[in-house]
């Protein structure tokens, strides 16, 4: 049975509640307007003040279970405001909870040297500065992280780094400021899964250039975006390894499960709004001679949707309450289900919400088609749904020896 949400959570739902209504969605349209105007890859001023104020009403740096710099909420409380923030795009940022961002100060948190920690963790806290993951590799499958042949040899007192990744999100923002690289410092180590290290990146290291952005599906997601960054020769001091060497799997699963938990909430806020705009739509549409919503197929559709939403949320909040009670490890099966079930629904619900728009749904109009890309990307993002499917296979098949 999972827990009662406590008072303290029950009140930041209906600040988070209110201060979106009277904030970010009547400012949506007019931050993408902002940002569709000069230099896409400039902060949108609109949204840097919503940001100060929801910064100066205390709803700021809302994750971070365990730590004194957070909230103090747990995974599941937290996961209950990660679905209203994901319910538009906008919205994590505003309250300085968007990924890779929190993802990163986690990292950092938990495995940094207090020196290193110091440097980062306060502008990122504040909001002053934001940060990338630089993980996947245009020349390996990515989906097996063991195939990474980006390199991190020490060299006296520095670290040095090579390598090309790609889809690394937030790298084209101005404002990003660090980097959390993945490569191997020990590549000929027999257990392959102790080849890898992670280590602090300044974005302003000599030999660090971002060569493009990476559009999905036409959108480029600015001014955050994704890009295809080259590392070369770049190099930063010892301190900066993160946690030791060849621990670079150990932190990417302390790091990839909260982040997980956050992705599949948010994703079950837009499912939630695809569905919102599939009845209100099917309700003011005719053809036949009845609305569309009195046809068999749109209740249908629009009945699976809320089944669909409800089971989701219900797996991904035992997930994190499974993750608070009995750690990351022990609920690896429920977050690599959640991991496949979240973006598949959200994508099927959002794919029904467009054919209930007729040809509008496909245009930019009513926002549909940029939240199917950004939902189809997370069935790759933090790994691709085989690989999450065959890990929930062997567990199960563990149970049966």
């Known amino acids: 049975m999972l827990p009662e949400l406590s008072p303290k959570v029950v009140d930041l739902l209906e600040r988070v509640s209110k201060f979106m209504d009277q904030n970010i969605y009547p400012n949506e349209e007019k931050i993408a307007a902002e ?32 730590s004194e710099r957070g909230a103090g909420l747990t995974n599941y409380e937290y996961g209950h405001l990660c679905e209203l923030m994901g319910r538009t795009q906008f919205g994590p940022e505003a309250f300085n909870c968007s990924a890779p961002d929190t993802g990163n100060m986690e990292t950092l948190e938990r495995y940094a040297s207090e020196e290193v920690r110091d440097v980062w963790m306060s ?20 989906s097996d992280a063991t195939n990474i042949e980006s390199s991190i040899v020490r060299d006296g007192d520095e670290y040095v780094i090579n390598g090309r990744k790609w889809w690394t999100s937030g790298a084209n923002d101005p404002r990003c400021k660090v980097f959390i690289f993945m490569g191997k410092s020990d ?43 080259l590392f070369e020769n770049v190099r930063v001091p010892a301190k900066n390894i993160l946690l030791g060497e060849g621990r670079g799997f150990e932190i990417a699963q302390g790091r990839l499960g909260p982040g997980r938990i ?25 053809a036949f001679g009845k609305p569309v919503a009195e046809q068999s197929v749109t209740q249908e559709r629009i009945a699976e949707s809320r089944i669909m939403i409800d089971q989701c949320r219900l797996l991904t909040l035992y997930a994190a309450h499974k993750m608070d009670t009995h ?21 099927t619900i959002i794919d029904w919400a467009i054919q209930a728009h007729g040809a509008g749904g496909v245009s930019n109009d009513f926002g549909l088609s940029k939240m199917y890309a950004q ?19 062997r567990l199960e098949l563990k149970r049966h020896n």
């Not at 069935?379 to 296979?393: C, F, K, S």
Request: glycine fraction near 6%.
């Open 35 to 66: 940002i569709a105007e000069g230099d896409r890859w400039q902060p949108s001023q609109i949204l840097e003040g919503i940001k100060a104020k929801a910064k100066s009403e205390g709803l700021w740096n809302l994750f971070l279970p365990e």
């Open 123 to 142: 502008p990122l806290l504040e909001g002053k500065i934001r940060s990338a993951f630089a993980m996947t590799e245009p020349a390996v499958a990515s």
């Open 187 to 229: 590549p000929k180590n027999p257990d392959k899964h102790k080849q890898q290290s992670m280590i602090v990146v300044p974005a302003d290291s000599k030999g660090v250039k971002v060569l493009r952005h990476l559009p999905v599906f036409g959108f480029d997601d600015a001014p955050h975006g994704h890009g295809e960054v």
């Open 262 to 286: 956050h992705h599949c909430m948010r994703l079950i806020g837009v499912a939630e709004v695809a569905l919102e705009k599939m009845c209100k739509r099917t309700k003011e549409r005719v």
């Open 327 to 347: 750690g990351n490890k022990e609920a690896r099966k429920e977050i690599a289900m959640i991991k496949v079930s979240a973006p598949n629904m959200a994508c």
């Open 375 to 393: 939902s189809r990307t997370l069935r790759l993002a933090d790994g691709p749904d085989e690989v999450h499917r065959n890990q929930i296979a």
